[in-house]
């Protein structure tokens, strides 16, 4: 017998009515010794014998409950007490050995390591980056924002639309040693899309490099037929190949990019805190307005994407609440904060969120990923 079962005994023992106890104790009282035979002292009555059984009557229990049965009370109670032990283990077991459900996307019961559960894929999606002034992100978050998309398990093209072939370069390509480009998808008939698309290093995504060759697209393309249009009908046939499309838009309101806002389907803004950033964005809603009017009715405004943010500067936080004022929930709940690692990630050729994967620029186009998902 182990101890806890000497302890379950014995706490067994206590808990039991006394008319149960008595039966451990002796069924009879010792043998009570002879009187004493001594003589009357000075002739009187004989000495009381203090071993007397009518001086001391003995209280006689009554009939207790057999003992046999008592034992075998113990004994059933004892087994139903191990079976149900055996049964809950062996649920506990089942459970164990369970399969969890299997999560698909877009499920309520798919999400990330906090628990939120994952917004539905779209298919064919067109997203332009744009905004006329340069330094603002929008490089950066074209890269980016797709790794995070293709986190979640989207089908990413990043169509670097810019002559100085940035996007190319922030994910490792040399674009002034590729021979085809966008430039050569957009005016050679005879080069297909799977002549000029690269493989990334972040598994679902894909690119459509640029380079200097770009630059010249805007004079080839005056005397085309429906010049706006080219990059759409370039993009056409594999538009819904993938479940996002990112446009990275050079700094200007030129050919370029009202083509990048004719093929899309909506336009993300990122916006530096910064005054001159904030000045600019009259212009550029006035720019998207006519899109919509004579162009792509379709086209809506996905968000603004406060980016490089200092919370240290009271500027900073003043701008951030002029657009907050002026855009209400145009403005991504999403704030891009500065970070030495948005600088790094560059050079070694990949997005922030495999540079460094833990930072807070990644953890924050995460939720920006989420947040486009979303709407």
């Known amino acids: 017998m182990s101890w806890n079962d000497e302890l379950d005994s014995a706490r067994d023992r206590d808990q039991t009515p006394l008319e149960d106890q008595q039966l451990f104790l002796p069924d009879t009282f010792p043998d009570l010794p002879p009187p004493l035979d001594l003589p009357p002292a000075g002739g009187g009555a004989a000495p009381v014998d203090p071993w007397d059984p009518g001086l001391h009557p003995v209280h ?62 779209a298919w064919g999606r067109v997203l332009a980056i744009v905004n006329q002034k340069g330094g603002v992100g929008k490089t950066t978050s074209t890269i980016n924002l797709g790794a995070a998309l293709a986190e979640e398990g989207a089908r990413v093209l990043l169509v670097d639309f810019d002559p ?143 980016t490089m943010l200092d919370g240290r500067t009271i500027h900073g936080r003043e701008v951030l609440s002029r657009v907050t004022d002026a855009f209400g929930d145009k403005l991504f709940k999403t704030i891009i904060h500065k970070t030495i690692k948005f600088a790094e990630a560059p050079v070694a050729g990949e997005p922030i969120l495999t540079y460094a994967p833990n930072s807070g620029g990644a953890k924050e186009y995460r939720d920006l990923a989420r947040e486009v998902m979303s709407r």
């Open 60 to 121: 006689e229990p009554g009939p207790g409950p057999d003992k046999a049965a008592v034992v075998q009370t113990k004994a059933q109670a004892q087994t139903q007490t191990q079976t149900q032990a055996h049964q809950a283990a062996a649920t506990a077991t089942a459970l164990a050995h369970e399969s969890p459900p299997e999560l698909v996307p877009g499920s309520e019961l798919a999400g990330d390591a906090a628990g939120r559960p994952r917004p539905a894929l």
């Open 164 to 306: 100085q072939g940035a996007l190319s370069v922030g994910l490792g390509f040399n674009p002034n040693a590729m021979e085809l480009t966008v430039y050569n998808l957009l005016l050679d008939s005879s080069v297909t899309f799977a002549d000029v698309v690269q493989k990334t290093r972040v598994e679902g995504m894909d690119l459509i490099p640029a380079n200097i060759d770009l630059a010249g697209a805007e004079i080839m393309l005056v005397s085309e037929v429906a010049r706006e249009q080219s990059l759409q009908r370039a993009l056409g046939p594999v538009k819904n190949d993938y479940h996002y499309i990112l446009i990275d838009c050079p700094p200007s309101l030129g050919l370029l990019t009202v083509n990048a806002l004719t093929a899309a389907d909506a336009v993300v803004i990122p916006l530096e805190c910064e005054y001159f950033a904030l000045r600019g964005m009259a212009l550029l809603m006035n720019s998207i307005q006519r899109i919509q009017e004579r162009i792509n009715p379709r086209l809506q405004v996905e968000g603004i994407l406060a």
